[in-house]
């Protein structure tokens, strides 16, 4: 189950981080490394909370502290430099869009295993 909500978080913000990405290379001109780091890590901000209180079942909103925000963030952060390294290195050969979804895959498997880590999931009774 646990993998599944991950997945279900993971798809939200895979559309805020489309939706922001494409924006920005599409309608601001903004080159595609650039409008990654900026779409992944507003997408970041919101997996945060909605995997700290459903996927992982940490706590309530009330028992978000810094700390573990923070720890989330530098995993996270290796997510970001794990996606942003198979753009750079295969969108001028593969392109941009083919590449962004390639790339959402792999930080998807990087970033639950990092992620269940920092904020100590644990399976418990159903969603």
């Keep these: 189950m646990?993998?599944?909500r991950f997945?279900?978080?993971g798809g939200v913000n895979t559309l805020i981080d489309f939706?922001?990405?494409f924006s920005l290379v599409y309608f601001m001109g903004l080159g595609a490394v650039a409008a990654n780091?900026?779409?992944y890590l507003v997408a970041v901000v919101n997996s945060y909370f909605m995997n700290?209180?459903?996927t992982f079942r940490s706590g309530r909103l009330s028992d978000v502290n810094l700390s573990s925000f923070a720890a989330f963030f530098v995993c996270s952060t290796l997510g970001l430099l794990t996606g942003s390294g198979?753009?750079?290195w295969l969108s001028p050969t593969l392109g941009?869009?083919?590449v962004k979804l390639?790339?959402?895959?792999?930080?998807f498997f990087v970033n639950f295993f990092l992620s269940r880590h920092v904020l100590g999931g644990k399976e418990v009774g159903h969603a």
């Excluded at 390639?102 to 930080?107: D, K, N």
């Design 96 to 98: 941009v869009e083919l």
């Design 2 to 4: 646990m993998l599944l």
């Design 52 to 54: 700290f209180i459903w």
């Design 19 to 21: 939706a922001i990405f």
């Design 86 to 88: 198979i753009i750079y």
């Design 37 to 39: 780091a900026i779409s």
């Design 7 to 9: 997945g279900v978080v």
């Design 102 to 107: 390639l790339s959402v895959g792999v930080v």
